[in-house]
């Protein structure tokens, strides 16, 4: 999340978090499955109170499959402890991911 005082968009876009992001993309891409912006995203059935939500896995769909699947395509073993969630934000209109929980 963005300190009090800093700002999420300019934070957002610094060298760093934009480094980090395209090596989860990268990490994350699975063969026909098409990414933003050609793959559409939606998030249902989160609610919230105030300008803070967290976000789990089973309610970000891409083109119909929810990260979670996507996320464990490839894996085996035993995935039932598996969990990935975001904590957004709300700042002047605009959601930010501030952070992401991945529980293995």
């Known amino acids: 999340m963005a300190s009090p005082g800093e700002d999420p968009e300019a934070l957002c876009s610094s060298p760093d978090v934009l480094k980090t992001g395209e090596s989860l993309r990268e990490a994350w891409a699975k063969p026909g499955v098409k990414l933003p912006p050609q793959g559409k995203v939606d998030v249902t059935g989160v609610t919230g109170e105030g300008d803070k939500v967290t976000v789990p896995d089973t ?33 002047d209109g605009s959601w930010y991911v501030g952070n992401l929980n991945l529980n293995i």
């Open 59 to 91: 309610a970000i769909t891409l083109d119909g499959r929810t990260l979670r699947s996507l996320a464990l395509i490839g894996s085996s073993g035993d995935t039932t402890s598996f969990s990935l969630t975001l904590d957004v934000q709300k700042l």
